[in-house]
């Protein structure tokens, strides 16, 4: 029994590890990892799906009411009443007030996500057809993000998820976002951190994260934006910033920038 129960324990600790893709039969989001998709999920989950539940509800009620109270044989003789102005002023005013409530905590996370504190890192991420190129503009960092193919996957790797070259960011840092794309629209986007934004060429949109725990996070490219649109996810790797120092001394090596453009220098000059 302490085996079977440990055994599940492991599991719950390996997913919650992993934090975070999407799983076979997931009902609702991904853990968010960020304050900003908590946000969303709390809003989500305790005002939207109450106000829906309830809507849904009263609705299917009134109608099965309706069916047997009015039906034929209990209501020989239909009334004929076309107009009631107390019923019709609740059913316009009583949608507005709910909408109202929905709007203004809606509001307030749409604000909270737009205005992007100081911020510790900056990364650029370009979308190309159809892969993910990025920048670290202030390490000279940069790298070209391929998803890796199914017959090339380590077991710990989800399929059409996992790339070749992950981002790495440090662990309760903000890092800023420039997205941007090279050819046709493409939109960065990651659920657990609540990020998503069109990738637009010719103009640079900007969004923010703040990951409050290490991991691997998966997303996906989320505007629909050729043959491949489905293969180039994108993976953040959340790492401590004693990891994090360890892997910058190893990018700015093998990912330097001015690398290539010193080679291009040279070839202008001969
Ligand atoms: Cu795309």
């Given at each position: 029994m302490k085996k079977i129960?440990?055994?599940?324990?492991s599991f719950l600790v390996a997913i919650d590890a992993y934090a975070d893709q999407p799983k076979d039969w997931q009902l609702g989001f991904q853990n968010p990892a960020s304050d900003g998709m908590r946000d969303i999920v709390n809003f989500h989950n305790n005002l939207l799906l109450p106000i829906i539940i309830a809507i849904s509800v009263f609705v299917l009620f009134l109608m099965?009411?309706?069916c047997v109270r009015f039906r034929a044989s209990a209501n020989p003789n239909p009334s004929k009443r076309t107009h009631n102005v107390t019923v019709e002023i609740l059913w316009t005013l009583i949608p507005?007030?709910?909408?109202?409530?929905?709007?203004?905590?809606s509001f307030k996370i749409l604000y909270k996500q737009d205005t992007i504190p100081k911020a510790d890192l900056t990364i650029k991420a370009i979308g190309y057809?159809?892969?993910w190129g990025y920048e670290y503009p202030d390490e000279n960092i940069i790298f070209d993000s391929y998803m890796v193919e199914e017959k090339d996957l380590r077991s710990d790797q989800p399929r059409l998820l996992a790339v070749d070259n992950e981002v790495v960011v440090p662990v309760n840092k903000v890092v800023?976002?420039?997205?941007?794309?090279?050819?046709?629209?493409?939109?960065?986007?990651l659920p657990s951190f609540g990020v998503k934004r069109d990738a637009v060429p010719g103009r640079v949109n900007e969004t923010w994260f703040k990951a409050e725990?290490?991991?691997?996070?998966?997303?996906?490219?989320s505007e629909l934006c050729g043959i491949k649109h489905a293969f180039m996810p994108i993976t953040v790797k959340v790492v401590s910033e004693e990891d994090y120092q360890e892997w910058?001394?190893?990018a700015r090596v093998k990912f330097a920038k001015e690398e290539?453009?010193?080679?291009?220098?040279k070839l202008a000059s001969k």
């Amino acid at each position: 029994m302490k085996k079977i129960l440990l055994i599940i324990f492991s599991f719950l600790v390996a997913i919650d590890a992993y934090a975070d893709q999407p799983k076979d039969w997931q009902l609702g989001f991904q853990n968010p990892a960020s304050d900003g998709m908590r946000d969303i999920v709390n809003f989500h989950n305790n005002l939207l799906l109450p106000i829906i539940i309830a809507i849904s509800v009263f609705v299917l009620f009134l109608m099965l009411y309706a069916c047997v109270r009015f039906r034929a044989s209990a209501n020989p003789n239909p009334s004929k009443r076309t107009h009631n102005v107390t019923v019709e002023i609740l059913w316009t005013l009583i949608p507005c007030l709910i909408l109202i409530v929905m709007a203004v905590p809606s509001f307030k996370i749409l604000y909270k996500q737009d205005t992007i504190p100081k911020a510790d890192l900056t990364i650029k991420a370009i979308g190309y057809q159809w892969y993910w190129g990025y920048e670290y503009p202030d390490e000279n960092i940069i790298f070209d993000s391929y998803m890796v193919e199914e017959k090339d996957l380590r077991s710990d790797q989800p399929r059409l998820l996992a790339v070749d070259n992950e981002v790495v960011v440090p662990v309760n840092k903000v890092v800023k976002v420039l997205i941007t794309a090279n050819d046709v629209l493409h939109a960065w986007a990651l659920p657990s951190f609540g990020v998503k934004r069109d990738a637009v060429p010719g103009r640079v949109n900007e969004t923010w994260f703040k990951a409050e725990k290490e991991g691997t996070y998966y997303g996906q490219c989320s505007e629909l934006c050729g043959i491949k649109h489905a293969f180039m996810p994108i993976t953040v790797k959340v790492v401590s910033e004693e990891d994090y120092q360890e892997w910058l001394s190893e990018a700015r090596v093998k990912f330097a920038k001015e690398e290539i453009e010193n080679k291009k220098l040279k070839l202008a000059s001969k």
